[in-house]
């Protein structure tokens, strides 16, 4: 996913699309910050978070702190780029591991 930059939105709002983005649920934000589901539900209405709030999801999930608190800036760090470039190798990996059980399938074909 690509950055999202704002001029000063609703904080709430970019950090539920970018929860959509990355296909976690709320049930699953809520379990890595040990709340309720709930509490996350009710943080995506905030227009910016307070410090509480906004570190506990800088922390766990790498964002810009200054964004959650004001609405400024960028949601995420720099540290983005690399677990995008994390997953986009997991899924090569996968692939690769297809393509290794294809070719030894075909083998086995091949010596039958």
Request: charged letters at 30%.
């Amino acid at each position: 996913m690509g950055h999202i930059e704002t001029q000063q939105n609703n904080v709430g709002l970019v950090v539920s699309r970018y929860f959509k983005a990355e296909g976690l649920l709320q049930q699953e934000v809520a379990n890595r910050l040990g709340i309720k589901k709930q509490t996350v539900a009710n943080h995506m209405q905030l227009s910016v978070f307070n410090e509480t709030v906004a570190t506990k999801y800088a922390e766990e999930f790498e964002f810009n702190l200054v964004f959650l608190l004001t609405g400024r800036g960028r949601l995420e760090k720099g540290s983005a780029a690399i677990r995008s470039i994390k997953r986009e190798n997991v899924a090569l990996k996968r692939k690769v591991a297809e393509q290794a059980a294809e070719i030894e399938r075909m083998k086995s074909e091949i010596t039958k």
